[in-house]
């Protein structure tokens, strides 16, 4: 990968991006398979943390597990573009927020503990700004486990896992908002977590263990800034299928090679007639395209209606809101 050179930062962020250790010191353990002190990866994750290339090293949330969420886009006229991403990024339910080459230009995800938290965002986004906005909702997911490999072609990616929400306690909406925000980045940091929403080490680590085999954390690990990492030709493909031809089609298209996430969502009538989503991330326009031209001669996709949307600006990425928080003044 050209922008990752060092050899064990690659094999960090290529081995931990998904089954972080939940023990006392998990640094440790990653300092014992790279062959380093505990100290060095401490200090290589906070300079790529640093310099924008992870995000934190924390917790992605399975859809609907425990909150809300939908993907949202208006159509910004170019000359308020800033402006109304300012409004759109202030609103502390909105977890991701790109600029997006079409009519409908910017496009975000808006995040809250229930439905209504989403819908009162969006109101309000729709109200200060004064533009459409239109809500995407997820119908099922496909593919949402997006993790990224430094070095070959192959990106493992587990198959989905079914969500048991039966395990869920009071108390985990703050541990999974802790994790959602990332890890310390200290020899503890499940004690240190702990601490802050007034609970011992032990009882964390537990509970951690539990939502991650109940499906509710779908991904432990260090979380990259892939714009940062080199994959910058990045494209939402929406595509014009019947619902029915779904079934076939999501999958097939979840599967295929240089597709990194993939869902069905609801069309906005009249305006928006898309139901089947994918995201291509490549390293360049050309590498994206090659990928889309071979996923549109899937059996399943054939003379499907489609639209490709570049990304051109990231204005916003953190994890997802799951406990209230007081709105953006």
Known sequence: MEHITDPIDRRLLDEFQRNFPVTDRPFQVLAFT???????????????????????????????????STLATVAAPGERLEEVAAMIDAEPGVNHNYQREDKWNLWFVATGPDRAHVNDTLARIAQRTGLQVLDLRLVRPFNVDLGFRMSGKTRNVPSPRKIDRSVLQDGDRALLQALSSGLPLVAEPYAMLAQSIG?????????????????????????????????????????????EQIDAAGPALAAHPGVTLCYERCPAEGVWPYRLYSMIHARTRSEALEILASARALPDLFGAQHKVLFSTRCFKQTGALIQPKEAAA
């Open 199 to 243: 609970r011992d080490a032990a009882g964390v680590m537990d509970r951690i263990e539990v939502l991650h085999r109940a499906g509710i954390i779908s991904r432990l690990g260090v979380i990259v800034r892939h714009r940062a990492l080199g994959w910058s030709a990045n494209a939402m493909v929406v595509w014009d299928l019947p619902s």
């Open 34 to 68: 790279l062959g380093l002190d505990e100290i060095e990866v401490l200090d290589r994750l906070a300079r790529m943390r640093a310099t924008g290339r992870i995000t934190r090293v924390g917790a992605t949330i399975a859809p609907r597990a425990v909150s809300a």
